[in-house]
């Protein structure tokens, strides 16, 4: 059976009066893998803690698993299993034994225990270092010891604080793609913290993204990526363009271009915005080159990368800032020279600019 998690009202202040986290509601259903997605300090492990039981929401806040009030209760009473960044693996055990010691602290019997450790190893592929010492582990192996470690317990929940973080980027990727394989195995209800998009768009069902102890957006990786709804979102999660433009009786202005049925949403008033300066948010491939004769912009390619399937332009002279250009991997296109590009309105993601209070806005339809 999975377990669904609600948090109600929940906000964290520090007994130094520093203010964790802004009071907030979500629901993980059960079997779903939640990803907490934002930079350092955002309060994203914060609120994996509380889940866990090592930190309590200010009064008010409510945290129940399968409609049970949890909010008070220790984490062994709450039944969580949790991988941590450091593994947090006992050096002075085996791997059988770290394993193991869950289960001997929840008095499963030897014969059950040993059952259980058993498949665990199997399920991880790392029975064949069962008897081997922690220090003899490189970071991948850790890595699954830790996970088999909070499995074996069968917990209600799993929760995971950035544990492939360790790890150089070959190997996380390849864990990582484990995870995602053992977790939709498993069916358990998960929440998974992270810095790194790639691997919440690789990992979750939804991904909550947070900004300076605020949700900023929740949604599937389709959605976070594809119609961000605000512009730290759009910036924050993949790699971003912007430029500025002009709403004029709904229409679309970037210099000398009008752009007509594009939408231009300003999430503060929920409403449409039909006057005022905008920010364009795109990615790479929201501007594509085209012959002079068809281009919105003319640019100076500063720098080419090559990406495999494509080459990735960044280019000067379009915006205040240079952007990302992707094109076919097999053009020929230098640093140093023009590139005429033409804009897909229908890439671009419009926001009010960024302190403008005069953008005139109306009721959305």
């Known amino acids: 059976m999975t377990t669904q998690i609600k948090l109600r009202d929940c906000a964290k202040t520090f007994t130094d009066g520093t203010r964790a986290l802004a009071p907030f509601d979500l629901t993980i259903e059960g079997g779903e893998t939640i990803v907490l997605l934002g930079p350092s300090g955002c309060g994203k492990t914060t609120i994996l803690r509380m889940i866990a039981g090592l930190e309590f929401p200010d009064k008010g806040g409510v945290i129940t698993f399968d409609g049970d009030d949890v909010t008070h209760q220790s984490i062994e009473k709450r039944r969580v299993g949790m991988v ?75 929760l995971l604080d950035e544990p492939l973080t360790a790890l150089d980027a070959k190997l996380r990727v390849r864990l990582r793609t484990e995870i ?132 990735r332009l960044t280019v000067s002279g379009i915006g205040m800032h240079a952007v990302m250009i992707d094109t076919h991997a097999d053009d020929i296109i230098t640093a140093g020279a023009d590139v005429h590009c033409q804009i897909n309105p229908d890439r671009l993601t419009v926001f009010p600019a960024r302190g403008d209070s005069t953008t005139a806005v109306s009721q959305a339809r």
């Open 84 to 158: 941590f960044q450091s593994y947090a693996l006992f050096p002075n055990m085996t791997v059988a034994q770290n394993v193991a010691y869950g289960l001997k602290v929840h008095g499963v019997s030897r014969e059950e225990s040993d059952a259980r450790v058993k498949a665990m190893l199997e399920m991880m592929h790392i029975e064949m270092l069962a008897d081997r010492a922690i220090d003899q582990l490189s970071g991948g192996q850790r890595q699954r010891v830790a996970l088999a470690r909070a499995i074996a317990v069968q917990p209600r929940v799993l």
């Open 180 to 311: 995602n394989a053992l977790l939709r195995k498993l069916g358990i209800t998960a929440v998974y913290v992270t810095h790194d998009q790639e691997e919440a768009m690789a990992l979750g069902d939804r991904i909550v993204v947070m900004q300076k102890g605020e949700i900023a957006q929740i949604g599937t990786p389709r959605e976070i990526y594809c119609k961000p709804q605000n512009p730290f979102v759009a910036d924050f999660v993949g790699a971003a363009n912007l430029l500025d433009g002009q709403m004029r009786d709904g229409r679309l202005h970037i210099g000398n271009h009008v752009f007509d049925a594009v939408d231009a949403f300003d999430p503060r008033h929920g409403a449409i915005i039909d006057q005022g300066p905008v920010e364009l948010f795109f990615r790479a491939d929201g501007l594509s080159t085209c012959d002079a004769a068809h281009a919105h912009f003319t640019g100076r390619v500063e720098a080419v990368s090559y990406l495999g399937e494509r080459l």
